[in-house]
C-alpha cells in the first residue's frame, strides 16, 4: 500500500530554476526518506530526516518535515539537467519498511 | 556505504516457468530484508518482508505461493517467481535493513526487470 500522495506529479523546470517536490502520509513515522529514480534504474537515497527534525540539508537538497500535517517537501536549488528524475518519498514506520509515495516526476530542461 | 547487490539485473523467461532473484547484502548482515514491485511510470509498492530464519510476511494481495522468499542466511534473500505469466513481468527490487538499525536508510540492490513472454 502506499502512504499517500506527492505532488506534483510532474514537474518540468529550466535549467537553473528550483524544484519543489511535496509529500503527504497518514501515519506516525519514525522517519522519511527521498530517494532519486532514473528511468528503469535503481533507487538513489537521497536524504533521512527523522520525525523529531524539522529541516534538514545536503548539498543543493532541503528537506523540510511538518509532523503535524503529516507532510515534507524536497527543494532541489539550481537545477540540472542530471537531476531529471524521478523523485519518490518513503515512510518509515519501523524496522526500514518504507513505504513509498506514488513520485514525482521532474524534467529539468537545457 | 552499505552494499546491497541484487542478481540477475534482468531476466526473460517463457510463460510457465520460474524465475529466482537474489538479493546479497555485501558487508554486513541483514536480518530483515524487503522485496518491492515496480510497474512502468509507478511507485513501488512492497510485496513482502523477508526475515532470517522465519517464515516471510506478505503484503495484502500478495500470493505467497506465487512468490516464494527464503532468507536462509543473514546475507542472502531469495524471491522466487513461480509459474511466471506476462503479468508478473515488472521491476523487482529488494532492499536490506542491517541488524540493529534503527532510523538509518535503507539499502537498494539495484532491482531485477523480469520479462515474462
Known amino acids: 500500500s502506499q502512504q499517500g500522495e506527492e505532488d506534483p506529479q510532474a514537474l518540468s523546470i529550466q535549467e537553473g530554476e528550483n524544484a519543489t517536490m511535496n509529500c503527504s502520509y497518514k501515519t506516525s513515522i519514525n522517519n522519511l526518506q527521498w530517494y532519486r529514480q532514473n528511468s528503469g534504474r535503481g533507487l538513489v537515497h537521497l536524504i533521512l530526516i527523522r520525525s523529531n527534525e524539522r529541516e534538514k540539508h545536503s548539498g543543493r537538497l532541503r528537506v523540510t518535515l511538518d509532523t503535524s500535517k503529516k507532510s515534507s517537501s524536497l527543494l532541489i536549488t539550481a537545477s540540472r539537467a542530471a537531476d531529471t528524475a524521478s523523485y519518490f518519498c518513503a515512510t518509515d514506520e519501523y524496522g526500514n519498511k518504507l513505504v513509498f509515495g506514488a513520485g514525482t516526476i521532474l524534467r529539468v530542461k537545457s | 556505504g552499505a552494499v546491497v547487490s541484487q542478481h540477475p539485473s534482468w531476466v526473460i523467461c517463457k510463460s510457465g516457468t520460474s524465475v529466482k532473484i537474489e538479493c546479497r547484502s555485501l558487508d554486513f548482515q541483514a536480518t530483515t530484508m524487503f522485496w518491492y514491485r515496480q510497474f512502468p511510470k509507478q511507485s513501488l509498492m512492497l510485496m513482502a518482508t523477508?526475515?532470517?530464519?522465519?517464515?516471510?510476511?506478505?503484503e495484502q494481495g500478495v500470493e505467497k505461493d506465487k512468490f516464494l522468499i527464503n532468507h536462509a542466511s543473514l546475507t542472502l534473500s531469495t524471491l522466487t517467481v513461480t509459474s511466471a505469466h506476462p503479468e508478473d513481468s515488472s521491476f523487482y527490487i529488494c532492499?536490506?535493513?542491517?541488524?540493529?538499525?534503527?532510523?538509518?536508510?535503507?539499502?537498494f540492490g539495484q532491482g531485477t526487470r523480469l520479462t515474462v513472454v
Open positions: 523477508s526475515n532470517e530464519g522465519s517464515k516471510a510476511t506478505y
Open positions: 532492499s536490506a535493513s542491517a541488524r540493529g538499525s534503527v532510523n538509518t536508510e535503507a539499502f
